[in-house]
T-cell receptor
Framework: EAGVAQSPRYKIIEKRQSVAFWCNPI?????LYWYQQILGQGPKLLIQ????????DSQLPKDRFSAERLKGVDSTLKIQPAKLEDSAVYLC???????????????FGPGTRLTVL | SQKIEQNSEALNIQEGKTATLTCNYT??????LQWYRQDPGRGPVFLLL?????KEKRKERLKVTFDTTLKQSLFHITASQPADSATYLC?????????????FGQGTTLQVKP
């Protein structure tokens, strides 16, 4: 099966500019995640969707970050306006579902490397 | 607050030896603990999951232990190969059970020398 697709792979912007990232999860995966990974650190969960509804966005800086998953498939993550500290790799992941009955591993995309100058 | 710590220094070992990586956590009682592998420029890849009621789990040359009393997991790679060189991340589900809300450690970089 095809993996998680992300675009673009790299993006360089000036601070205060806007940027958007796109993610296409594995077909049939109900749950989609966006992570931020700063150099030298582990991924940090920003937002989790189940189908097209938000399950958790407690760590999303909502004053500048937004995300949507229309129709429960593709998703976009936007930063507006960007700050220097937003420089990181933004990873998208998907899993079949979450729930108590069984565990479903997360499959990650290659990420988008954002540099804010 | 919940915290996960892994060896911050890189681990360098000789091919054929066993690599042991450590993951410690505080202020938390996770139902699941997972290990991922991450290569440069790529997203993490799931390796193993161990549940709180399991002491040990094996998959080919990989072994994971989970000590809920010590709040620690050990990840072993036996008969290590240069191809095992990568960063290894441990992750806990911070929700109640299987919620997918993972907290990752900072990762330990393993270098296996031929």
């Amino acid at each position: 099966e095809a993996g998680v697709a992300q675009s673009p792979r790299y993006k360089i912007i000036e601070k205060r500019q806007s940027v958007a990232f796109w993610c296409n999860p594995i077909s049939g995966h109900a749950t989609l995640y966006w992570y931020q990974q700063i150099l030298g650190q582990g991924p940090k969960l920003l937002i989790q969707f189940q189908n097209n509804g938000v399950v958790d966005d407690s760590q999303l800086p909502k004053d500048r970050f937004s995300a949507e998953r229309l129709k429960g498939v593709d998703s976009t993550l936007k930063i507006q306006p960007a700050k220097l500290e937003d420089s990181a790799v933004y990873l998208c992941a998907s899993s079949r579902r979450t729930g108590r009955s069984s565990y479903n591993e997360q499959f990650f995309g290659p990420g988008t490397r954002l540099t804010v100058l | 607050s919940q915290k996960i710590e892994q060896n911050s220094e890189a681990l360098n070992i000789q091919e054929g030896k066993t690599a042991t990586l450590t993951c410690n956590y505080t202020n938390y009682s996770p139902a699941y603990l997972q290990w991922y592998r991450q290569d440069p420029g790529r997203g993490p890849v799931f390796l193993l999951l161990i549940r709180e009621n399991e002491k040990e789990k094996r998959k080919e040359r990989l072994k994971v232990t989970f000590d809920t009393t010590l709040k620690q997991s050990l990840f072993h790679i036996t008969a290590s190969q240069p191809a095992d060189s990568a960063t290894y991340l441990c992750a806990l589900d911070r929700g109640s059970g299987n919620t997918g809300k993972l907290i990752f450690g900072q990762g330990t970089t393993l270098q296996v020398k031929p």
